[in-house]
DNA sequence: CGCGACGTTGATTTGCCTCAACGATTGTGG
DNA sequence: CCACAATCGTTGAGGCAAATCAACGTCGCG
């Protein structure tokens, strides 16, 4: 069936960082559910409790903050092959200060805590790629937050264009500025002085 | 001796996670290394490969990074019973971009890469602890990372009085700006600030 | 068709930086 | 142990990157 299919792309994942066993692979069929977000839809809201952590097969979820003024912080966008959740508070129970919604139709397969937990108790490994992939997410997080801490915001836009081109398409200005850390009225005068500025020192 | 007297705090440490058998504390024993770090001394240096993975027992590290102006952000001071290392460099083996010095003489327990990841191979326990460290690492970096894109630098000098109050009379001003992402010039005027405008809504 | 989100542009404001100067404290070598 | 240098914290004047507020045309969609 289609779900069985879309479960070999997250085995296949797995596979590519760590070999499963049979058993293994039996497990993650058992424990991941496949499931679809729609458009404008939410995954998480701010204030309840992460149930899920997220694997994302295809379409772009978004994870972010809302602060007193009303504006929207984004943390991550998650598109194909890619994580998310708000890991406090999908771990310890706690009220959600993130909210993750759908800016695209979205398939994902995705497990809940006591899932995920006796998965860790009985497949020990899953402890070891969990580990790996939160190191991955550590060494990227504190990457981006390097950049927005040292860097101007148009060399943050054109790191931005480097790193994620396929995304510029897809993805509304106003979502890129909220990403940035931007006003979108700035970031359109960023591109507008940009394209006069053609190839200007890369 | 002296260093076996120093290991029991992590052991307990990691008691205070996971209990441990004999055997793992014993792998702890022989694996986990004492040193010292002189204040001023670099433990880390830009371009060199992190060797180590750092547990404080006394004594304050600092990371940061230098940026192209010469300016210093501050990711994180490590202080007793917390972890310090360039995860990316650490287990890649790439040069670093961070920087890692003593603020005070410090007393750690490190652990070379070989090890840690015979430690992984021959007590897959350690996944587990390592996983939930970097959890709770990649927590309260997002915290912080929101902080620093969501509110104002007087509401981040405030919220840091709040959570490292042990810190203050400590660290100088100017490493503490540095932590803020603000010039120490600055630190100085929102000091003055709010002593003027005592108990100003909490 | 009409409405709301989007992207753009202009005028003005502001939070924080830069540079410069100064006294107070720390640390260091002779 | 003192003298001198270096670092620290403070204050003032001026500047700049990015925000705010407002207006307007365009597009996609119900």
Redesign the pocket.
């Known amino acids: 069936m289609v779900k069985n299919h879309k479960v070999e792309i997250l085995l296949n994942y797995f596979e590519n960082l760590i070999p499963l066993t049979k058993e293994e692979q039996q497990l993650v069929k058992q424990k991941f559910q496949y499931r679809l977000y729609r458009r404008r839809q939410y995954v998480l809201q701010d204030g309840d409790i992460c149930k899920q952590y997220i694997f994302v097969v295809k379409g772009c979820l978004r994870m972010f903050k809302v602060d007193e003024?009303g504006?929207d912080h984004i943390l991550k966008f998650a598109t194909e092959n890619d994580w998310v959740t708000d890991i406090d508070s999908f771990y310890n129970e706690k009220k959600a200060t993130l909210n993750i919604d759908a800016l695209e139709n979205t398939e994902v397969l995705q497990i809940e805590r006591e899932e995920l937990i006796s998965l860790y108790l009985e497949a020990p490994k899953f402890d070891r790629i969990f580990r790996i992939l939160t190191e991955n997410g550590f060494c990227k997080l504190q990457q981006r937050h390097l950049q927005s801490i040292s860097?101007?915001?148009?060399?943050?836009y054109k790191s931005f264009v480097e790193i994620y081109p396929h995304l510029l398409n897809r993805i509304?200005?106003?979502?890129?500025?909220a990403f940035l850390?931007?006003?979108?009225?700035?970031?359109?005068?960023?591109?507008?002085r940009q394209a006069k500025n053609p190839l200007a020192k890369s």
């Open positions: 003024q504006n860097v101007s915001a148009e060399e943050r509304s200005q106003v979502q890129i500025a850390g931007i006003t979108p009225e700035f970031l359109s005068r960023l591109r507008n």
